[in-house]
């Protein structure tokens, strides 16, 4: 066993102090990451600060034309949400294929795209609809957020408050699940603005954890519709290769998955 | 020559050895139907056995069988007819179909102690049954099988309950317990019912032989005039007759027993098989295959097993449902894999892919039993067959959709869609 102490802060800005005074301190939010790694030994922290309990942190609510998820709102709030439902249904949808009721009832959208895994689902929806990561010291958009594997712009006090996602017009998610995992072999988010801006992101796919495909992006401006990307090939290049997906595989089913986001 | 490595030892898993070998030869069977063009369930059929006994080049000698009537069932419960249309209207909505079939005959019940003394075993593989009669008319079963899931809690007191007519309540199995079970030789090889179970028959016979005795005794009546019904010892064609209980205090109070009988009511029965019993059948499968993704999604899955007489027949359901997972998760998901530098890539549930309820389909089971005459139960054993048969009804499936036989398990979307699209 090793030793660690466990904090309950009840605001954002307590739990930054408590922060700064341990000497290697973590924050906690689901749990669904920090803990099974604690368990691993691969990480022993000091001390451990649960923000999931920070009422602040808790809530959606509408906020102008678009919506704002507060960070530590579980992935099961998001999924049944009505104000979710209502502005962008995919997302909904999206956070209702993360992990399996118990993990919904834990994890948070804060926690999941503070720790980036490759083939999270949040992220790809937050670089699809343009979002923005708003932390307790600035707001960070989603395409300068995300910055490779397992790593964000975030500073390591840094504690995200909400996310905000603007108005879009349409939206679709699908996601090919790992058999093993449940996470995203591959997954599409795609988006199109009230403007006419299209953005696709994927996750699961790149060694760098989410991008863009601008190749389904230039597809979907010119044409909104699944046979639109009939004639795409997605280059396999910096795609990840392992047990369950060779590289030009998860290149077929980024094409695939857009294809069926649009059906959505 | 000397190897050392630091991969897992493997051992015997469900069928230990049976789904290999049965997976060879199903692929096999449907390989030379595709290449001789003829129809896989019919090449099967040409070439069953059909006189008993049959003794094979190795040992075995299939003591009955019948393999048509579990065919004949399959092909019925999964319409083998009518798949032609199906596979066709699949190809218009841009599905692959396919329906892989699989016909299995294992030894189980093992096994004879003087065949497998012959094959170098240093053991015997009898089993062990002492059966105690309480002085109040409870029932005490000693059993050297140890169950680990299969029941035989229930289904041992069961055969006690149904030939005494007592409330299985009244019966209690003890087991796993060297401290109070003097020997068993394990659980394995399908065999705890045929050989656990006859040996709890052939310990009960020695004690209704000897309740009889006892019962004939009070009631002045002769031994083969005793029937046993509804837990009372009868004198045939007459209102005359003792409960058990106070056939078992009788025994234990010793006021008024036959002259020269031992006090108590309690025997031991060591039981050893004088065959292996050949559990067989036939597995059908109809799969979807998405040539976008390589993903394999179950239609239909079928299974119609020859085990002899079923004692319980919800715990075979339940064992058959059990292997069929196994089964399917060999033909499609489970793989544990080790790097180059023999480092395990698949060492926890993230990337070792265990067989989950939405992996798998409705089954569709049936019986086609010929009772075994090689033990008083008539039982074949039924724990492993559903892991032997399947994997090849799958893979034959798969192929039969993608209309490309070289396929390894298991067969992953990513296997699926490469063999598909190069």
Redesign the interface.
């Known amino acids: 066993m090793y030793e660690t102490t466990y904090h309950r802060p009840s605001s954002v800005d307590e739990a930054a102090a408590l922060f700064a005074k341990g000497s290697e301190s973590k924050y906690l939010a689901g749990g669904h990451t920090l803990i099974p790694v604690m368990k691993q030994r691969l990480a022993s922290p000091s001390d451990v600060i649960d923000l999931a309990r920070i009422k602040d942190l808790v809530g959606i609510e509408p906020s102008g034309d678009g919506i704002v998820i507060k960070a530590a709102t579980t992935h099961y709030g998001v999924a049944q949400s009505s104000v979710v439902k209502k502005a962008i249904p995919a997302l909904a949808y999206l956070a209702s294929l993360i992990g399996d009721p118990a993990v919904r009832h834990r994890g948070t959208i804060g926690g999941s795209i503070a720790n980036n895994d490759p083939a999270a689902d949040y992220p790809a929806a937050l670089l699809a609809l343009d979002a923005t990561v708003k932390t307790n010291k600035r707001n960070i958009k989603a395409g300068d957020f995300f910055k490779g594997l397992f790593t964000t712009a975030l500073e390591d006090d840094e504690i995200i408050t909400a996310v905000s996602f603007p108005v879009t017009d349409k939206a679709g998610y699908a996601k090919?699940p790992h058999?093993?995992?449940r996470f995203a072999l591959t997954g599409v988010f795609v988006a199109r603005s009230p403007g006419g801006d299209v953005r696709a992101a994927a996750t699961g796919a790149s060694q760098n954890g989410v991008m863009r495909v601008s190749a389904i992006e230039a597809a979907l401006k010119a044409n909104w519709s699944a046979s639109a990307l009939d004639g795409v090939k997605i280059s396999a290049d910096g795609l990840m290769s392992d047990?369950?997906?060779?590289s030009d595989?998860r290149a077929?089913?980024i094409k695939?998955m857009a294809q069926r986001a649009l059906a959505i | 020559m000397t190897v050392y490595t630091n991969t897992t030892p493997v051992d015997a898993y469900r069928g230990a050895g049976r789904p290999e070998a049965s997976y060879l030869v199903e692929r096999l069977m449907e390989t030379a139907a595709r290449q001789l063009k003829v129809d896989p369930a019919e090449l099967r059929r040409k070439n069953f056995i059909t006189q008993f006994p049959h003794q094979t080049p190795v040992i075995m000698a299939y003591d009955i069988g019948d393999f048509g009537a579990s065919l004949d069932a399959s092909m019925k419960a999964i319409d083998y007819a009518g798949f032609p249309a199906r596979k066709a209207k699949a190809k218009a909505e841009g599905k692959l179909r396919g329906l892989g079939v699989s016909c299995y005959i294992e030894a189980c019940g093992i096994a004879p102690s003087k065949a497998v003394g012959s094959l170098g075993a240093g053991v015997g593989l009898w089993e062990s049954a002492e059966i105690r009669v309480n002085p109040v008319g409870t029932i005490e079963v000693l059993t050297g099988s140890h169950s680990h899931g299969q029941g035989h809690e229930t289904t041992f007191a069961q055969l006690i309950s149904e030939r005494l007519g007592v409330p299985i309540s009244q019966v209690q199995i003890v087991h796993g317990d060297t401290d109070k079970v003097q020997f068993g030789m394990g659980t394995y090889g399908s065999r705890s019912l045929a050989v656990g179970g006859t040996a709890i028959i052939k310990a009960m016979e020695k004690v209704e032989a000897k309740a009889k005795k006892i019962a004939a005794h009070q009631l002045e009546a002769s031994e083969n005039d005793i029937v046993i019904e509804n837990g009372e010892f009868k004198v045939t064609g007459t209102d005359k007759s003792i409960a058990l209980p106070m056939v078992a205090l009788a025994a234990y109070t010793a006021h008024n027993l036959p002259d020269g009988m031992e006090p108590g009511l309690k025997e031991t029965a060591f039981y050893d098989p004088t065959n292996f019993t050949f559990p067989a059948g036939t597995y059908i499968c109809e799969i979807e295959v998405d040539p976008a993704t390589g993903k394999t999604s179950f239609v239909n899955f079928v299974a119609a097993d020859d085990f002899g007489r079923l004692i319980n027949p919800m715990i075979v359901e339940g064992q058959v449902h059990g292997g069929l997972a196994q089964g399917i998760g060999q033909a499609l998901l489970e793989h544990a894999v080790y790097d180059a530098n023999g480092q395990p890539i698949t060492a926890s549930f993230m990337d070792y892919t265990m067989p989950r309820a939405d992996d798998l389909p409705s089954f569709k089971l049936s019986h086609t039993p010929t009772l075994c005459p090689g033990n008083p139960l008539g039982v074949k054993g039924c724990g492993e067959a559903g892991a032997i048969g399947s994997s090849a009804a799958v893979i034959n499936a798969i192929t039969d959709a993608i209309g490309h036989n070289k396929l390894e398990m298991p067969a992953t979307p990513d296997r699926v869609w490469h063999a598909i699209h190069g």
Do not use: I, K, Q
């Not at chain 1, 047990?243 to 060779?246: A, P, Y």
């Open positions: 090919f058999p093993a995992s047990l369950h997906g060779s595989y077929n089913l695939v």
